[in-house]
């Protein structure tokens, strides 16, 4: 079985690259003024153009306005949309209106919350589990949280998936058999600080999901 992965709030040349080099299958952008990885335009045009072909960007964002979502596609060349706190409508508007594969994040802490990913049939192309952060919280992911794996047990996917939330080298291997996910997504678990990615970490973590 093929486990891909996924860098998130990607912000410099250096740790692009090393996500590249490592066996990244995906790169993604932050397009969200709130957190420590946002991106502008220029930014994200600079690192789009160095992202090789067999590698998808992936644009993340917060339940977005148009004219975001437009500068955004153009200056990441995106290939698909990961849309957090954004509703089922919504998706499949900016999925029909942009083109692009669109991804559905569901946050989770409660099996209750799993349930939710079944509103996103016929709107999403994936659904991205993500731990639920806290109340009041001002990022809806990339904080380093992890929610209970064992929710996923005999769940009944809707969508193919991916799997987020509190991710790092030592214990993304476990979670990968632990759940099965084909696709996994880390930011905060390559990071030396906030936004600050650290290219030794994506490297042990690529490392870590190619064993």
């Known amino acids: 079985m093929l486990i891909t992965a996924k860098i998130c709030g990607l912000t410099t040349r250096e740790t692009l690259d090393a996500a590249v080099a490592g066996g990244a299958s995906h790169v993604g952008f932050v397009f969200f003024p709130p957190s420590p990885r946002n991106l502008d335009a220029d930014r994200a045009r600079a690192l789009a153009g160095r992202v090789p072909g067999h590698v998808r960007r992936v644009g993340v964002f917060v339940d977005p306005e148009d004219a975001l979502i437009d500068t955004a596609v153009t200056a990441g060349r995106l290939d ?4 957090h706190k954004t509703a089922p409508m919504r998706v499949a508007e900016l999925a029909r209106r942009t083109g692009l594969e669109s991804w559905a994040a569901v946050a989770v802490k409660t099996r209750a919350d799993l349930d939710r990913a079944r509103d996103f049939t016929g709107a999403a192309h994936r659904i991205l589990y993500d731990a639920r952060t806290p109340d009041g919280a001002s990022l809806p992911g990339g904080m380093g949280l992890r929610f209970d794996w064992s929710l996923l047990d005999g769940f ?4 193919p998936w991916a799997l ?3 991710l790092d080298a030592s214990n993304v291997a476990e ?3 632990r759940t099965g996910a084909t696709l996994v ?7 030396s600080a906030p936004g600050v990615k650290d290219v030794d970490k994506i490297a042990a973590f690529l490392k870590a999901v190619s064993r």
């Open 80 to 83: 698909a949309l990961q849309l």
């Open 185 to 191: 997504d880390v930011s905060s678990g390559v990071e």
């Open 164 to 166: 987020s939330g509190g």
């Open 175 to 177: 979670a990968i058999g």
């Open 156 to 159: 009944r996917h809707p969508l």
